[in-house]
Protein backbone atom coordinates (compact mmCIF):
# COMPACT_ATOMS: atom_id res chain seq x y z
CA UNK A 1 0.00 0.00 0.00
CA UNK A 2 1.46 3.49 -1.10
CA UNK A 3 0.29 5.85 1.81
CA UNK A 4 0.58 9.39 1.30
CA UNK A 5 1.39 11.62 4.37
CA UNK A 6 -0.46 14.36 2.75
CA UNK A 7 -3.97 12.48 3.55
CA UNK A 8 -2.87 11.71 7.20
CA UNK A 9 -4.18 13.28 10.82
CA UNK A 10 -3.47 11.08 13.19
CA UNK A 11 -0.35 9.42 13.75
CA UNK A 12 0.14 6.50 16.37
CA UNK A 13 4.07 5.98 17.35
CA UNK A 14 4.42 1.72 18.16
CA UNK A 15 7.53 2.48 20.53
CA UNK A 16 7.36 6.24 20.51
CA UNK A 17 10.65 6.19 23.30
CA UNK A 18 12.96 5.05 21.01
CA UNK A 19 16.11 6.81 20.18
CA UNK A 20 14.37 7.79 16.53
CA UNK A 21 11.01 7.19 16.84
CA UNK A 22 10.89 9.96 19.74
CA UNK A 23 12.11 12.44 16.91
CA UNK A 24 10.31 11.17 14.38
CA UNK A 25 7.24 12.09 16.68
CA UNK A 26 8.77 15.97 17.35
CA UNK A 27 8.84 16.39 13.61
CA UNK A 28 5.79 15.14 12.61
CA UNK A 29 3.68 17.14 14.82
CA UNK A 30 5.68 20.13 13.84
CA UNK A 31 4.75 19.27 10.25
CA UNK A 32 0.96 19.50 11.64
CA UNK A 33 0.13 16.12 12.28
CA UNK A 34 -1.98 14.85 15.40
CA UNK A 35 0.82 12.36 17.18
CA UNK A 36 0.81 10.12 19.79
CA UNK A 37 2.33 6.93 21.05
CA UNK A 38 3.00 4.12 23.49
CA UNK A 39 6.24 2.61 24.95
CA UNK A 40 6.99 -0.57 27.19
CA UNK A 41 8.35 1.67 29.99
CA UNK A 42 9.19 5.40 30.98
CA UNK A 43 12.25 6.95 29.64
CA UNK A 44 14.30 10.24 29.24
CA UNK A 45 12.73 10.22 25.91
CA UNK A 46 8.74 9.47 27.19
CA UNK A 47 9.36 12.18 29.33
CA UNK A 48 10.84 14.62 26.68
CA UNK A 49 7.64 14.01 25.02
CA UNK A 50 5.56 14.71 27.87
CA UNK A 51 6.82 17.74 28.46
CA UNK A 52 6.42 18.53 24.73
CA UNK A 53 2.65 17.78 25.09
CA UNK A 54 2.77 14.55 22.93
CA UNK A 55 0.55 12.00 24.50
CA UNK A 56 2.55 8.89 25.32
CA UNK A 57 0.98 5.57 27.05
CA UNK A 58 2.84 3.23 29.10
CA UNK A 59 2.60 -0.06 28.25
CA UNK A 60 1.10 -1.35 24.76
CA UNK A 61 -2.63 -2.40 24.65
CA UNK A 62 -5.03 -2.62 21.41
CA UNK A 63 -6.96 0.22 21.80
CA UNK A 64 -3.86 2.66 21.77
CA UNK A 65 -4.32 2.77 18.31
CA UNK A 66 -8.23 3.33 17.97
CA UNK A 67 -9.09 6.23 15.92
CA UNK A 68 -5.58 6.60 14.40
CA UNK A 69 -5.08 7.11 10.46
CA UNK A 70 -1.74 5.61 10.97
CA UNK A 71 0.14 3.26 12.50
CA UNK A 72 4.41 3.85 12.79
CA UNK A 73 6.60 1.10 14.28
CA UNK A 74 9.77 0.84 15.05
CA UNK A 75 11.66 -2.49 13.87
CA UNK A 76 11.83 -4.14 17.05
CA UNK A 77 7.79 -3.95 17.38
CA UNK A 78 6.71 -7.44 15.85
CA UNK A 79 3.69 -7.94 13.59
CA UNK A 80 1.76 -10.10 16.74
CA UNK A 81 2.28 -6.36 18.79
CA UNK A 82 -1.39 -5.99 20.41
CA UNK A 83 -1.37 -2.85 18.83
CA UNK A 84 -0.52 -3.67 15.23
CA UNK A 85 -2.69 -6.50 15.51
CA UNK A 86 -5.60 -4.31 16.26
CA UNK A 87 -4.58 -2.18 13.57
CA UNK A 88 -5.26 -4.78 11.02
CA UNK A 89 -8.18 -5.69 12.51
CA UNK A 90 -9.20 -2.05 12.10
CA UNK A 91 -8.05 -1.39 8.48
CA UNK A 92 -5.61 1.17 9.82
CA UNK A 93 -2.57 1.13 7.92
CA UNK A 94 0.93 0.56 8.80
CA UNK A 95 4.44 2.01 8.21
CA UNK A 96 8.01 0.96 9.29
CA UNK A 97 9.44 3.76 10.88
CA UNK A 98 12.48 4.36 8.15
CA UNK A 99 10.10 4.15 5.60
CA UNK A 100 8.10 7.23 7.68
CA UNK A 101 11.29 9.24 8.22
CA UNK A 102 12.35 8.89 4.02
CA UNK A 103 8.47 10.05 3.69
CA UNK A 104 9.33 12.56 6.16
CA UNK A 105 12.60 14.17 4.29
CA UNK A 106 10.66 14.33 0.72
CA UNK A 107 8.67 17.30 2.37
CA UNK A 108 11.89 19.32 2.46
CA UNK A 109 14.53 21.20 0.14
CA UNK A 110 17.44 20.17 1.15
CA UNK A 111 18.19 16.90 2.90
CA UNK A 112 21.55 16.05 4.04
CA UNK A 113 21.90 12.68 5.19
CA UNK A 114 24.94 12.16 7.33
CA UNK A 115 26.03 8.32 6.84
CA UNK A 116 28.89 5.83 7.77
CA UNK A 117 29.59 2.78 10.26
CA UNK A 118 31.20 4.99 12.87
CA UNK A 119 30.52 9.02 13.87
CA UNK A 120 27.49 9.67 12.40
CA UNK A 121 25.79 10.13 15.73
CA UNK A 122 28.63 12.14 16.76
CA UNK A 123 28.37 14.58 13.45
CA UNK A 124 24.80 14.80 13.45
CA UNK A 125 24.85 16.17 16.73
CA UNK A 126 27.95 18.38 16.35
CA UNK A 127 25.65 19.64 13.62
CA UNK A 128 22.42 20.61 16.11
CA UNK A 129 24.61 22.28 18.61
CA UNK A 130 25.99 24.37 15.43
CA UNK A 131 22.06 25.01 14.55
CA UNK A 132 21.18 25.54 17.98
CA UNK A 133 23.90 28.45 18.27
CA UNK A 134 22.90 30.25 15.27
CA UNK A 135 25.11 28.93 12.82
CA UNK A 136 22.15 27.30 10.75
CA UNK A 137 18.35 26.71 11.24
CA UNK A 138 18.12 23.03 10.52
CA UNK A 139 15.91 20.70 11.36
CA UNK A 140 17.86 17.67 12.69
CA UNK A 141 17.12 14.28 13.70
CA UNK A 142 19.91 12.46 15.58
CA UNK A 143 19.45 8.63 16.63
CA UNK A 144 20.96 9.09 20.48
CA UNK A 145 20.09 10.85 23.33
CA UNK A 146 21.48 14.69 22.58
CA UNK A 147 21.74 16.28 26.18
CA UNK A 148 20.90 20.13 25.07
CA UNK A 149 17.99 18.91 23.02
CA UNK A 150 17.04 16.81 25.81
CA UNK A 151 16.55 13.87 23.04
CA UNK A 152 17.36 13.48 19.67
CA UNK A 153 15.57 16.39 17.57
CA UNK A 154 15.80 19.91 16.77
CA UNK A 155 12.80 21.65 14.90
CA UNK A 156 13.98 24.40 13.12
CA UNK A 157 12.31 26.53 10.89
CA UNK A 158 13.75 26.81 7.17
CA UNK A 159 13.46 24.09 4.05
CA UNK A 160 16.67 21.92 5.41
CA UNK A 161 16.80 18.69 7.08
CA UNK A 162 19.67 17.07 8.36
CA UNK A 163 19.07 13.39 9.66
CA UNK A 164 21.75 10.89 10.60
CA UNK A 165 21.47 7.69 7.88
CA UNK A 166 21.77 4.00 9.38
CA UNK A 167 23.04 1.36 6.89
CA UNK A 168 21.80 -1.35 8.99
CA UNK A 169 19.43 -3.25 6.47
CA UNK A 170 19.55 -0.48 4.25
CA UNK A 171 17.24 1.62 6.12
CA UNK A 172 18.76 5.09 4.71
CA UNK A 173 17.95 3.86 0.96
CA UNK A 174 13.95 5.33 2.40
CA UNK A 175 15.76 8.51 2.66
CA UNK A 176 15.66 11.30 -0.29
CA UNK A 177 18.59 13.22 0.32
CA UNK A 178 20.58 16.38 -1.79
CA UNK A 179 23.58 15.79 0.35
CA UNK A 180 25.24 12.64 1.21
CA UNK A 181 27.52 12.90 3.68
CA UNK A 182 30.06 9.08 4.49
CA UNK A 183 32.42 9.26 7.04
CA UNK A 184 33.78 5.46 6.34
CA UNK A 185 32.52 2.30 5.38
CA UNK A 186 33.40 -1.24 7.36
CA UNK A 187 32.70 -4.49 8.08
CA UNK A 188 29.64 -4.27 10.46
CA UNK A 189 26.30 -5.72 11.04
CA UNK A 190 27.28 -8.73 9.31
CA UNK A 191 24.13 -10.69 10.64
CA UNK A 192 22.63 -8.83 7.87
CA UNK A 193 25.22 -7.81 5.62
CA UNK A 194 27.23 -11.06 3.25
CA UNK A 195 30.59 -8.95 3.43
CA UNK A 196 31.87 -6.00 3.13
CA UNK A 197 31.48 -5.79 -0.55
CA UNK A 198 27.71 -5.68 0.35
CA UNK A 199 27.78 -3.02 2.60
CA UNK A 200 29.87 -1.20 0.40
CA UNK A 201 26.98 -1.48 -2.20
CA UNK A 202 24.53 -0.04 0.21
CA UNK A 203 26.65 2.95 0.43
CA UNK A 204 26.69 2.94 -3.63
CA UNK A 205 23.27 2.64 -3.62
CA UNK A 206 22.65 5.84 -0.81
CA UNK A 207 25.13 7.84 -3.46
CA UNK A 208 22.90 7.23 -6.34
CA UNK A 209 19.94 9.01 -4.32
CA UNK A 210 21.82 12.05 -4.87
CA UNK A 211 19.64 14.08 -7.18
CA UNK A 212 21.42 16.09 -10.21
CA UNK A 213 23.00 19.01 -8.89
CA UNK A 214 23.33 17.52 -5.33
CA UNK A 215 26.49 16.46 -3.57
CA UNK A 216 28.05 13.77 -2.12
CA UNK A 217 30.90 14.62 0.66
CA UNK A 218 33.32 12.04 1.36
CA UNK A 219 36.22 11.30 4.28
CA UNK A 220 39.45 10.77 1.97
CA UNK A 221 40.68 9.07 5.20
CA UNK A 222 38.67 5.98 4.35
CA UNK A 223 39.73 4.10 1.20
CA UNK A 224 36.36 2.64 0.44
CA UNK A 225 34.69 6.14 0.45
CA UNK A 226 37.69 7.34 -1.90
CA UNK A 227 36.64 4.18 -4.33
CA UNK A 228 33.34 5.71 -3.81
CA UNK A 229 34.28 9.07 -5.09
CA UNK A 230 36.26 8.16 -7.84
CA UNK A 231 32.95 5.96 -9.32
CA UNK A 232 30.76 9.02 -8.79
CA UNK A 233 32.98 12.07 -10.07
CA UNK A 234 31.29 14.12 -12.48
CA UNK A 235 28.16 12.58 -12.05
CA UNK A 236 27.49 14.46 -8.84
CA UNK A 237 29.13 17.63 -7.08
CA UNK A 238 31.84 16.36 -4.49
CA UNK A 239 33.87 18.01 -1.31
CA UNK A 240 35.97 15.87 0.43
CA UNK A 241 37.59 16.15 4.16
CA UNK A 242 40.18 14.18 6.14
CA UNK A 243 43.27 14.15 8.60
CA UNK A 244 45.60 12.21 5.86
CA UNK A 245 47.18 15.36 3.55
CA UNK A 246 48.39 12.59 0.92
CA UNK A 247 44.85 12.17 -0.62
CA UNK A 248 43.95 16.17 -1.21
CA UNK A 249 41.04 16.74 1.23
CA UNK A 250 39.05 19.87 0.76
CA UNK A 251 39.12 20.58 4.36
CA UNK A 252 41.70 19.12 6.72
CA UNK A 253 42.79 20.63 9.89
CA UNK A 254 46.20 21.98 10.80
CA UNK A 255 48.81 22.10 13.81
CA UNK A 256 46.71 20.26 15.71
CA UNK A 257 47.06 20.01 20.01
CA UNK A 258 45.63 18.01 22.34
CA UNK A 259 45.15 19.38 26.06
CA UNK A 260 45.82 17.71 29.34
CA UNK A 261 42.69 15.71 28.95
CA UNK A 262 43.07 14.77 25.47
CA UNK A 263 40.62 16.86 23.75
CA UNK A 264 42.00 18.71 20.21
CA UNK A 265 42.43 22.43 19.12
CA UNK A 266 43.14 22.87 15.49
CA UNK A 267 43.77 25.07 12.53
CA UNK A 268 40.93 24.56 9.57
CA UNK A 269 42.29 24.21 6.43
CA UNK A 270 40.11 24.95 2.92
CA UNK A 271 41.94 24.07 -0.26
CA UNK A 272 45.03 25.48 1.48
CA UNK A 273 43.76 28.23 2.98
CA UNK A 274 43.19 28.86 6.59
CA UNK A 275 39.94 29.20 7.96
CA UNK A 276 40.56 29.85 11.55
CA UNK A 277 41.16 28.23 15.11
CA UNK A 278 38.78 25.08 16.05
CA UNK A 279 39.25 24.07 20.26
CA UNK A 280 37.17 21.08 21.20
CA UNK A 281 36.26 20.02 24.51
CA UNK A 282 36.12 16.07 23.12
CA UNK A 283 38.87 14.09 23.56
CA UNK A 284 40.76 11.78 20.75
CA UNK A 285 41.23 12.67 16.86
CA UNK A 286 38.30 10.41 15.99
CA UNK A 287 36.43 13.76 17.31
CA UNK A 288 38.61 15.88 15.61
CA UNK A 289 37.89 14.27 11.95
CA UNK A 290 34.29 14.05 13.40
CA UNK A 291 34.47 18.29 13.36
CA UNK A 292 35.87 18.97 10.46
CA UNK A 293 33.38 16.74 8.85
CA UNK A 294 30.32 18.88 10.78
CA UNK A 295 31.78 22.14 9.91
CA UNK A 296 32.36 21.04 5.96
CA UNK A 297 28.48 20.16 6.24
CA UNK A 298 28.04 23.47 8.16
CA UNK A 299 29.91 26.26 6.14
CA UNK A 300 28.87 24.37 2.50
CA UNK A 301 25.14 25.44 3.88
CA UNK A 302 26.22 28.96 4.27
CA UNK A 303 27.11 28.79 8.11
CA UNK A 304 29.68 32.15 9.16
CA UNK A 305 32.46 29.97 10.42
CA UNK A 306 33.14 32.11 13.56
CA UNK A 307 29.91 30.49 14.79
CA UNK A 308 30.57 27.36 13.81
CA UNK A 309 33.52 27.12 15.58
CA UNK A 310 32.37 28.77 18.85
CA UNK A 311 29.41 26.38 19.12
CA UNK A 312 31.62 23.37 18.72
CA UNK A 313 33.65 24.90 21.35
CA UNK A 314 31.03 24.02 23.63
CA UNK A 315 29.76 20.31 22.31
CA UNK A 316 30.13 17.37 24.69
CA UNK A 317 29.80 14.07 23.72
CA UNK A 318 26.27 12.45 23.35
CA UNK A 319 25.53 9.97 26.30
CA UNK A 320 27.85 6.55 25.95
CA UNK A 321 30.32 8.02 23.68
CA UNK A 322 33.65 8.18 26.39
CA UNK A 323 30.47 9.35 28.98
CA UNK A 324 31.80 10.22 32.72
CA UNK A 325 30.18 8.02 34.82
CA UNK A 326 31.62 8.76 38.32
CA UNK A 327 34.85 7.35 40.84
CA UNK A 328 35.50 4.93 43.03
CA UNK A 329 38.90 4.49 45.34
CA UNK A 330 40.49 7.47 43.10
CA UNK A 331 39.54 5.15 39.94
CA UNK A 332 37.57 7.16 37.52
CA UNK A 333 34.91 5.19 35.09
CA UNK A 334 34.05 6.17 32.02
CA UNK A 335 31.49 4.39 29.31
CA UNK A 336 31.21 4.32 25.77
CA UNK A 337 29.09 2.61 23.20
CA UNK A 338 32.14 1.44 21.10
CA UNK A 339 31.04 -2.34 19.73
CA UNK A 340 33.11 -2.46 16.65
CA UNK A 341 37.02 -2.61 16.57
CA UNK A 342 37.25 0.89 14.63
CA UNK A 343 35.40 2.21 17.42
CA UNK A 344 37.27 0.77 20.12
CA UNK A 345 40.46 1.72 18.67
CA UNK A 346 38.82 5.14 18.73
CA UNK A 347 37.72 4.76 22.80
CA UNK A 348 40.90 3.36 23.82
CA UNK A 349 42.83 6.47 22.26
CA UNK A 350 40.60 8.80 24.10
CA UNK A 351 41.40 7.22 27.31
CA UNK A 352 45.06 7.42 26.28
CA UNK A 353 44.67 10.69 26.11
CA UNK A 354 42.96 11.09 29.31
CA UNK A 355 45.39 11.98 31.99
CA UNK A 356 46.03 7.92 33.44
CA UNK A 357 48.67 5.72 35.47
CA UNK A 358 46.98 2.65 33.40
CA UNK A 359 44.11 2.16 31.66
CA UNK A 360 41.84 -1.21 32.54
CA UNK A 361 39.01 -1.56 29.58
CA UNK A 362 35.86 -4.00 30.03
CA UNK A 363 34.18 -5.10 26.80
CA UNK A 364 30.75 -6.71 26.59
CA UNK A 365 30.08 -7.98 23.16
CA UNK A 366 26.76 -7.90 21.91
CA UNK A 367 26.29 -9.82 19.55
CA UNK A 368 27.61 -14.11 18.33
CA UNK A 369 27.68 -13.18 14.85
CA UNK A 370 30.10 -9.85 15.55
CA UNK A 371 31.87 -12.06 17.90
CA UNK A 372 32.68 -14.63 15.52
CA UNK A 373 33.54 -12.37 12.56
CA UNK A 374 35.21 -9.30 13.87
CA UNK A 375 36.67 -10.54 17.57
CA UNK A 376 37.68 -14.13 16.61
CA UNK A 377 39.77 -12.83 13.16
CA UNK A 378 42.47 -10.35 13.13
CA UNK A 379 41.45 -7.43 14.99
CA UNK A 380 42.32 -8.16 18.57
CA UNK A 381 44.55 -5.12 18.01
CA UNK A 382 42.66 -2.46 19.11
CA UNK A 383 42.77 -2.92 22.85
CA UNK A 384 46.55 -2.18 22.10
CA UNK A 385 47.90 0.13 24.99
CA UNK A 386 45.27 -0.97 27.54
CA UNK A 387 46.47 -2.98 31.33
CA UNK A 388 43.57 -5.38 31.14
CA UNK A 389 40.90 -6.49 28.91
CA UNK A 390 38.11 -7.85 31.06
CA UNK A 391 35.43 -9.96 29.09
CA UNK A 392 32.52 -11.16 30.10
CA UNK A 393 29.86 -13.21 28.69
CA UNK A 394 28.29 -12.31 25.49
CA UNK A 395 25.21 -10.27 25.69
CA UNK A 396 22.45 -11.69 23.36
CA UNK A 397 20.85 -8.56 21.90
CA UNK A 398 18.85 -9.85 18.40
CA UNK A 399 20.71 -13.19 18.62
CA UNK A 400 19.95 -16.56 20.14
CA UNK A 401 22.83 -18.44 21.25
CA UNK A 402 23.65 -21.58 19.24
CA UNK A 403 26.99 -22.28 20.91
CA UNK A 404 29.36 -21.99 17.94
CA UNK A 405 31.08 -19.05 19.69
CA UNK A 406 32.04 -18.10 23.55
CA UNK A 407 33.68 -15.38 25.32
CA UNK A 408 36.55 -17.49 25.79
CA UNK A 409 37.41 -17.50 22.28
CA UNK A 410 37.28 -13.22 22.07
CA UNK A 411 39.85 -13.50 24.91
CA UNK A 412 41.87 -15.80 22.82
CA UNK A 413 41.68 -14.09 19.89
CA UNK A 414 42.76 -10.77 22.16
CA UNK A 415 45.16 -12.70 23.86
CA UNK A 416 47.25 -13.40 20.49
CA UNK A 417 47.12 -10.12 19.58
CA UNK A 418 48.10 -7.97 22.61
CA UNK A 419 48.35 -10.49 25.75
CA UNK A 420 46.45 -8.84 27.92
CA UNK A 421 42.59 -10.03 28.33
CA UNK A 422 40.93 -11.93 30.70
CA UNK A 423 37.64 -13.93 30.67
CA UNK A 424 35.53 -12.74 34.22
CA UNK A 425 31.81 -14.14 33.50
CA UNK A 426 29.88 -11.86 35.30
CA UNK A 427 30.19 -8.24 36.20
CA UNK A 428 30.06 -8.77 39.87
CA UNK A 429 33.48 -11.06 38.93
CA UNK A 430 34.72 -7.58 37.38
CA UNK A 431 34.02 -5.48 40.13
CA UNK A 432 35.57 -7.60 42.52
CA UNK A 433 38.52 -8.02 40.03
CA UNK A 434 38.98 -4.41 39.66
CA UNK A 435 38.45 -3.68 43.75
CA UNK A 436 41.77 -5.68 44.19
CA UNK A 437 43.64 -4.67 41.10
CA UNK A 438 42.85 -1.15 39.96
CA UNK A 439 44.24 1.31 41.98
CA UNK A 440 44.14 5.23 42.42
CA UNK A 441 44.99 6.94 39.27
CA UNK A 442 43.92 4.28 36.89
CA UNK A 443 40.95 5.28 34.41
CA UNK A 444 38.40 1.89 33.84
CA UNK A 445 36.34 2.06 30.20
CA UNK A 446 33.57 0.06 29.65
CA UNK A 447 32.62 -1.18 25.81
CA UNK A 448 29.60 -2.57 24.23
CA UNK A 449 25.80 -1.33 23.28
CA UNK A 450 24.37 -3.74 25.33
CA UNK A 451 23.53 -2.95 28.62
CA UNK A 452 27.02 -2.79 29.50
CA UNK A 453 26.10 0.65 30.33
CA UNK A 454 23.56 -0.45 33.10
CA UNK A 455 26.08 -2.68 34.30
CA UNK A 456 28.89 -0.08 34.84
CA UNK A 457 27.00 1.41 37.77
CA UNK A 458 27.83 -1.83 39.55
CA UNK A 459 31.73 -0.72 38.93
CA UNK A 460 31.27 1.93 40.92
Request: aromatic share 8%; hydrophobic share 40%; net charge negative.
Amino acid sequence: MDIKLDNIKRIHLIGIGGCSMNGLAQILRARGYEVKGSDSAVSPFTERLGELGIPVAIGQKAENVEGSDLVIYSAAIKPDNPERARARELGIPEMERSVALGRLSEGYGNVVGVAGCHGKTTITSMLALIAEKGGLDATIHVGGFVEFLKGGTRIGKSDLFITEACEYVESFLTLHPTVALINNIDDDHLDYFRDIDHITDAFRKFVRLIPAGGCFIGCTDDMRVRGLLEEFRGQVDELTYGLDRAYAPDYYPENEVYDDFGCPSYDLMFRGEKLGRVTLHVPGRHNMLNSVAALAVALSHGSDFGEAAAALSHFKNTRRRFEYYGERNGVRVFHDYAHHPAEIRAAVDSALRTPHDRVFCVFQCNSYTRAKTLFCGHQGDCFAGVEKVLVPDIYPGREKDDGSVHARDMVNAINEATGNALYLATFEEISDWLLKNAREGDVVVTLGSGDVYIQTKKLL
